[in-house]
Nanobody
Framework: QVQLVESGGGLVQAGGSLRLSCEASVSTFSLNAMGWYRQTPGKQRELVAVIKSGGITNYVDSVKGRFTIYRDNAKDIVYLQMNDLKPEDTAVYYC?????????WGKGTLVTVSS
């Protein structure tokens, strides 16, 4: 079992920055991938960014150039640095981890961007 605990959400003005953290209960070396998803009411959860075990990263087009996902393997934490935030980035952000055939989720952290 893998526990994921997110932190770092909050209220920020448009153009501002936030950094989300996701601390895993296991070594990040043991995970195939970790990612950040987001969800707004009435919409499906969407993948925002993912970092794979080899360090390869992928982003949804709407955040490319503004968000960066990276990890600190020594601390078993994955971060999502979010810059130039826009009101449409407002959502609950969830951390996700994949290990072998299983997937794990955190409880989410709310990001609100005011215009």
């Amino acid at each position: 079992q893998v526990q994921l605990v997110e932190s770092g959400g909050g209220l920020v003005q448009a153009g501002g920055s936030l950094r989300l953290s996701c601390e895993a209960s296991v070594s990040t070396f043991s995970l195939n991938a970790m990612g950040w998803y987001r969800q707004t009411p009435g919409k499906q959860r969407e993948l925002v960014a993912v970092i794979k075990s080899g360090g390869i990263t992928n982003y949804v087009d709407s955040v490319k150039g503004r968000f960066t996902i990276y990890r600190d393997n020594a601390k078993d934490i994955v971060y999502l640095q979010m810059n130039d935030l826009k009101p449409e980035d407002t959502a609950v952000y969830y951390c996700n981890a994949a290990r072998q055939w299983s997937e794990y989720w955190g409880k989410g952290t709310l990001v609100t961007v005011s215009s």
